[in-house]
């Protein structure tokens, strides 16, 4: 998309409901011409002398595009002043109805800093963070205080990259409540954000991936297909949980790496479904499905060494991406209901897993995708299918969570980690059904974790204020009482696998 020409018909008045205040005095109209450097102290601040006399430059499409997000820093102070021109810059961002109610404290003092950190690790990184806060109750329609703000975070950000600091966003910081108080802001201030400033340790060579710009933007009549914020799977049509998984998984995944929950639920299965014995045949083949992010294709191939692994996905790229997390690397297929791409060889693995994939698939199409994991098995091969039960404290937890009114938007379900598009958790019955409308027998069934694991909770409630944390964290103990109970794991567990056989 090319940018519009600018207006060369601009409205003498400034246009716009919010620009029937008057403007505050001493503003000029072109920022160029606002920023005389060097003025003498004495001279009235109008908010235009800038902290440093003498302004670096950087080219401005440089600026824009190299400018990354930098989460290490050197331990190396940063000049007051250089932090001063960063705040600077962002006071000169728009703001609604030029209010400003934005306030900021800049944090360089190591010891508030270690606080800060204690909220929330993210603030645990850059010698100073800045705390960016807005009145709470000024410019609240359509969120212009949020908006105003974010437009300050950018332009500091912006200026950080020309001074040659890193920044790096932050709204993870924990309670924000906790952080207003801990910089001494009045209740009434609503802590938006923070901005980490520090010199960078390393800058990444290339920023992540961003979506292609015909995908996103549209002239004058929206015309695309947009992913759906539902985690509800139905609401999801296919080609756009492809698109919304490749986009994820190659433009780097966050949180990329195993929760020791999940793995150990895993091992559990593979010890009690399919333990290690003499390998069946030269090289024997297994065939992950859907694997996505890989980190389970990953961990299967470690623990089951004796076989060749390959992986199908809906696209080529996520395909790869996966296949080369198995060591050695297994081959890439392509397959979806809808369109056969390079689809595995049909009748020539040994073992078929599906981890935690099922429970994000509209109900149609996870019989087809088992009914094409049994044809890809040899006869006495056995398909493993890993799935979140329905009739576990998964529900609970999910319906405890709607109820406290955060946010309920496809990325916060709670999933096996990361959350990778929509999902629901699955009855038991509906996925023996769907294995014996695929031919299939019964081969075993393993079950785990009747209450959330320590581990989990912790990671869970690392940012809720410590009252609820430690309420959370008591609940989620005297659960795992039960756990002990006869058959508790098999029929409550929240972790399931079924083996299946193929005649
Ligand atoms: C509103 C907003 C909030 C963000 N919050 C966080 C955060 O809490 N933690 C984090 O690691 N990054 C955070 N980021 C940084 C983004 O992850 C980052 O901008 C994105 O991955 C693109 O990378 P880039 O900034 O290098 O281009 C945030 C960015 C924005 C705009």
Not at 442 to 463: D, L, Y
């Amino acid at each position: 998309m090319v940018p519009a020409p600018a207006d060369p018909h601009p409205d003498p008045k400034g246009g716009g409901s919010e620009d029937a205040e008057p403007r505050l005095d001493g503003i000029p109209e072109q920022a160029a011409e606002a920023v005389p450097q060097g003025a003498s102290p004495e001279e009235a601040d109008d908010g235009t002398r800038t902290p440093l006399a003498e302004l670096p430059r950087q080219d401005f499409w440089d600026a824009l595009y190299q400018r990354r997000s930098i989460r290490r820093f050197r331990s190396d102070p940063v000049p007051r002043e250089l932090v001063e021109q960063v705040l600077h810059a962002g006071i000169w961002a728009p703001s609604s109805c030029n209010y400003q109610m934005w306030d900021l404290v800049a944090v360089d003092d190591p010891q508030v800093n270690e606080r800060l950190g204690a909220l929330s690790t993210q603030m645990a990184n850059a010698p100073v963070n800045v705390v960016v806060a807005y009145g709470r109750n000024f410019s609240e329609e359509n969120f212009a205080n949020v908006q105003s703000a974010s437009a300050l975070i950018q332009n500091m950000s912006l200026a950080a990259q020309v001074l040659g600091l890193g920044s790096f966003w932050i709204t993870q910081t924990g309670d924000p409540d906790a952080v207003r108080r801990e910089v001494g802001l009045p209740e009434d201030r609503w802590v938006v954000a923070v901005l980490a400033l520090g010199y960078p340790k390393a800058v990444p060579p290339r920023g992540p991936k961003r979506r292609p710009l015909a995908q996103v933007a549209h002239w004058n009549h929206y015309a695309g297909r947009a992913i759906p914020s539902s985690a509800d799977p139905e609401a999801w049509e296919p080609d756009l949980l492809a698109i919304y998984q490749r986009a994820r998984v190659l433009n780097g995944l966050r949180h990329n790496k195993p929760r020791a929950w999940e793995t150990r639920a895993l091992v559990s299965a593979l010890d009690r479904l399919l333990p290690l014995g003499p390998a069946q045949g030269e090289d024997p083949r297994w065939l992950d499905v859907l694997p996505c992010t890989g980190i389970l294709t990953e961990r299967l191939a470690r623990e089951r060494r004796g076989h060749r692994f390959d992986v199908v996905e809906r696209t080529p790229e996520v395909a790869a991406w996966c296949a080369k997390r198995a060591k050695p690397a297994g081959t890439p297929f392509v397959w979806t209901p809808d369109q056969p791409g390079e689809p595995p060889e049909e009748g020539a693995y040994a073992v078929v897993s599906c981890l935690f994939r099922l429970e994000g698939l509209r109900a149609a199409d996870r019989a087809a995708w088992v009914q094409q994991m049994a044809r890809w098995l040899q006869p006495g091969g056995q398909l493993l299918i890993g799935f979140v039960s329905a009739r576990s404290f998964h529900e609970w937890t999910e319906r405890l969570r709607a109820r406290r009114g955060g946010p309920g938007g496809v990325e916060y379900v709670l999933s096996p980690d990361p959350n990778i598009g929509p999902f629901q958790a699955l009855d038991p019955r509906e996925v023996e059904g769907l294995a014996e409308g695929a031919g299939l027998e019964p081969a075993g069934a393993h079950g785990c974790q009747v209450a959330p694991q320590a581990e989990e909770v912790a990671f869970r409630t690392r940012n809720f204020p410590a009252r609820l944390a430690s309420l959370v964290r008591g609940a989620a103990g005297a659960l795992r009482s039960f756990e002990a109970l006869p058959g508790a794991a098999s029929r409550r567990g929240r972790f399931q696998f079924r083996l299946y056989r193929k005649p």
